[in-house]
T-cell receptor, first 114, second 114 residues
Framework: DADVTQTPRNRITKTGKRIMLECSQT?????MYWYRQDPGLGLRLIYY???????NKGEISDGYSVSRQAQAKFSLSLESAIPNQTALYFC?????????????FGEGSRLTVL | DAKTTQPPSMDCAEGRAANLPCNHS???????VYWYRQIHSQGPQYIIH???NNETNEMASLIITEDRKSSTLILPHATLRDTAVYYC???????????????FGKGTKLSVKP
């Protein structure tokens, strides 16, 4: 089983719908991240959380919100999806105790907004 | 914006060494250089990182110039499975007591050919 699990893996929705992408991890890491990937643009950071009570905006947080329900769970929400939020979304974790900055990624959630 | 510059694409013959360059001329003294790769649309995978000295692990070697303004990732015997996008990342310095976050650029698409 994967250490970082994202659900759903694929989702097609319509403009204006509310969408939630979920991430759970079994690595025991405090730090979790949501990235977005668009073709030719690399990965861009949406939100990150250094522990359950800590939420921080990344480069492109507009139109998104997050919830850190527990150490192991970090959800990304699109309150009213729009077509330019069509992208591949990745959740990641890191271990601050190691202080190496290494990220562990999930397999991605592909979202299409029509 | 990413603090690194990489060629958009490279080819390598199977069994030969793949040398992927990265320029990071504005790197700060306490910033690490990280390499990740992404195979097709899977989650990025950590390869290696370093500060000043050259590093080697089971996957690759990292050569950092003495002035730290550039580095090279070496895959000693490339296989078809090494075909991927390779990201060179400079980790932002620590600030506010929190760990800086990895910012991905566009990377180099490495194609390993038979």
């Amino acid at each position: 089983d994967a250490d970082v699990t994202q659900t759903p893996r694929n989702r097609i929705t319509k403009t204006g719908k509310r969408i939630m992408l979920e991430c759970s991890q079994t690595k025991g890491h405090d730090r979790m991240y949501w990235y977005r990937q668009d073709p030719g643009l690399g990965l861009r950071l949406i939100y990150y959380s250094f522990d359950v009570k800590d939420i921080n905006k990344g480069e492109i947080s507009d139109g998104y919100s997050v919830s850190r329900q527990a150490q192991a769970k970090f959800s990304l929400s699109l309150e009213s999806a729009i077509p330019n939020q069509t992208a591949l979304y990745f959740c990641a974790t890191s271990d601050p105790e190691r202080n190496t900055g290494e990220l562990f990624f999930g397999e991605g959630s592909r979202l299409t907004v029509l | 914006d990413a603090k690194t510059t990489q060629p958009p694409s490279m080819d390598c013959a199977e069994g030969r060494a793949a040398n992927l360059p990265c320029n990071h001329s504005t790197i700060s003294g306490n910033e690490y250089v990280y390499w990740y790769r992404q195979i097709h649309s899977q989650g990025p995978q950590y390869i290696i990182h370093g500060l000043k000295n050259n590093e080697t692990n089971e996957m690759a070697s990292l050569i950092i110039t003495e002035d730290r303004k550039s580095s090279t990732l070496i895959l000693p015997h490339a296989t078809l499975r090494d075909t991927a996008v390779y990201y060179c990342i400079v980790r932002p310095p620590l600030y506010g007591g929190s760990q800086g976050n990895l910012i991905f650029g566009k990377g180099t698409k490495l194609s390993v050919k038979p």
